[in-house]
C-alpha cells in the first residue's frame, strides 16, 4: 500500500516523499487509520517494521488538523525507555513534521535538566520523554500533563523488562484520563496484555508477527569457538569479508571496552556504546558508526532495542545473552523494513545452554559453520573463572523495582531525583572510624 491510500494531508506525504519513503510496512498500513479514527491501538510487531512512522504520523496529522493552543501545554506524549531511542523517535518527529507548525523537545536522562526545563516553559506540543527524567520534570513542575491528548508507549515489553512500571503508574496519574492511547511493542506478550487491560479503552489489537519471531531476511548462524580464540576469530571475518559496519554485542561494559582496545591492537577502529559512557560520547559514537569513521560498534543490551541504523549489514553476538528474548532483539538492528542481513553468534562450551534456550525460543536449530583454522575443540577450552549465570525474569512489582533499581546505570535511564544528588558530609567521627 502506498502512503497516499492512507489519506494522510499534503504537507506530510512531502515530508514522506522527501525522507525517500513511498510505500508502507505492514504495521503502517493496519495501524494508521486506526490512530486517525481516534481508536486505541495495541500494536505488536518485530523490530524493523516501521513502528516509529506507524504512530508519528497520524500523530502528527490529529494535532495539526486542531487549532493551536495559546498556552502550549503538550498535547501527545511518547514514552520510551532508553535515550537512545528517544533521540530517534524525535528525530522522526522533526522530519515528518518539517512542514507543520507544531512544536516537539526531547528530554532524557544524562543531559542537563535546564535547558530541557526552558525548552518546556517556552512551549510544545509533543514530548518524547523517557520515564525518569519526565518524572523529574513533572516533580520539579517544569512541564504540565494535564492537556495531554494521544499517549504513545513506544516499545513497551523493554520497559516491562526494565523495571518502569511504577514510572509508568506515577505518569499515568498526571495525565487526563479523556485521551487516546497507543501500545506499540517489539514482542506480544502476556505481559503486555495485561498492562493494555489497564490502560486502553476498547483498543483494536493489531499483530504483525508471531511473538518472538525473527525477521525473515536475516540469516542467522553460529560459529562454535574456544573462548579464548573469539577476538581472533571476529578480527579474521571483518578482515576477510571487508566489513566496514558491524554491531558487535558484549554481555558486559568492561567487556565492551576491553574489546575495543583489542580490535584497535588489529587495525580495525571500533567504539562502545554502553551505560557507563555520558550521553556524548555514546551520541558521538553512533554518529561516527553510522558516517562510517568507525567499523565496530561494541555495544552491551542498552543498544539492543532503539539503535535505527539503515542497512545494518551485520550483527555479532560475541557473547550470548542469558536471557533468549534478548537474542531476538539484538539481531533484529539488521534486516530491517525488507532489507537482508547477516546475524552471526561466536558461542563457546559455557554458552551451549544459551544457545539451547534461544532455539527452543525460535523453534529450530541455528546451522553451524566452522572456519578454518578456528575449529572448536573441547581440549583447548580454558577453564572459566567465574561460570555463567542464567538470569532470571523479574515476575513481581517487587522485583521489578530491585532490577530496575540495579539496571539504571545499564539500561541509559536515570532515576528520577527531583534535585541533584549530594554526597553526605564526612564528619571527625566517621572519619575516626575509618
Sequence with gaps: MSFEDLGLQDRLMRAIDAQGYTKTTPIQAKTIPLILEGRDVLAGAQTGTGKTAAFTLPLLQLLSEAPLQKRRLPRALIITPTRELAAQIGESVANYGEFLSLRHTVVFGGVGFNPQADLLRRGIDILVATPGRLLDHAGQRTVDLSQVEIL?????????????????????????????????????????????????????????ARRNTTAEKVNQTVHLVNRGRKRELLS?????????????????????NRLVEQLARDDISSAAIHGNKSQGARTAALANFKSGKVRVLVATDIAARGLDIDRLPHVVNYELPNVPEDYVHRIGRTGRAGEEGDALSLVSSEEFKFLRDIERLLKRKLPRISVLGFEFSEKEEPPLKQPYRQAKRPNNDRNHHQSRTQQRGANGEDKPTGQPRRRPRRTKSSAATR
Design 236 to 256: 579474521h571475518l571483518i578482515n576477510l569479508g571487508d566489513w566496514q559496519q558491524v554491531l558487535v554485542f558484549m554481555r558486559t561494559k568492561h567487556g565492551a
Design 152 to 208: 504513545v508507549l513506544d516499545e513497551a515489553d523493554r520497559m516491562l523488562d526494565m523495571g518502569f512500571i511504577h514510572d509508568i503508574r506515577k505518569v499515568l496519574a498526571l495525565l487526563p484520563k479523556q485521551r487516546q492511547n497507543l501500545l506499540f511493542s517489539a514482542t506480544y506478550s502476556d505481559d503486555i496484555k495485561r498492562l493494555a487491560d489497564g490502560l486502553l479503552n476498547n483498543p483494536i489489537s493489531v499483530e504483525v
